[in-house]
Nanobody, 129 residues
Framework: QVQLVESGGGLVQAGGSLRLSCAAS????????MGWFRQAPGKEREFVAA????????YYTDSVKGRFIISRDNSKNTVYLQMNSLKPEDTAVYYC??????????????????????WGQGTQVTVSS
């Protein structure tokens, strides 16, 4: 099994930045794909970004393109989400997720909840206007 622990959330003003981290343990950090999702109050959990193990391929939801950057350091078993130009609508609990039961090749990166096998407990991000 994989254990995922997020950190780095907090309160920030609109236009500010935060970097989230997700530390993986309990299994070789060989997850083919790692992803970030978020869930705002009263809304469904939604996809934010995903990254392939090599780090050379990423995918973002349209609302964060150009503002968020996903990256990973396999030597530290950690995936990051750098969030810039934050907006109040980015306020949510952010979850890290991992795929390890299926290998995704080609250009497609998983972006639906059912495609991910393990989840962290989440970290709160609040953006004030």
């Amino acid at each position: 099994q994989v254990q995922l622990v997020e950190s780095g959330g907090g309160l920030v003003q609109a236009g500010g930045s935060l970097r989230l981290s997700c530390a993986a343990s309990g299994r070789t950090f060989s997850g083919n794909v790692m992803g970030w999702f978020r869930q705002a109050p009263g809304k469904e959990r939604e996809f934010v970004a995903a990254i392939r193990r090599s780090g050379g391929s990423t995918y973002y939801t349209d609302s964060v393109k150009g503002r968020f950057i996903i990256s990973r350091d396999n030597s530290k078993n950690t995936v990051y989400l750098q969030m810039n130009s934050l907006k109040p609508e980015d306020t949510a609990v952010y979850y890290c997720a991992a795929v390890f039961t299926k290998v995704y090749s080609g250009s497609y990166l998983p972006r639906y909840r059912y495609e991910y096998d393990a989840w962290g407990q989440g970290t709160q991000v609040t953006v004030s206007s």
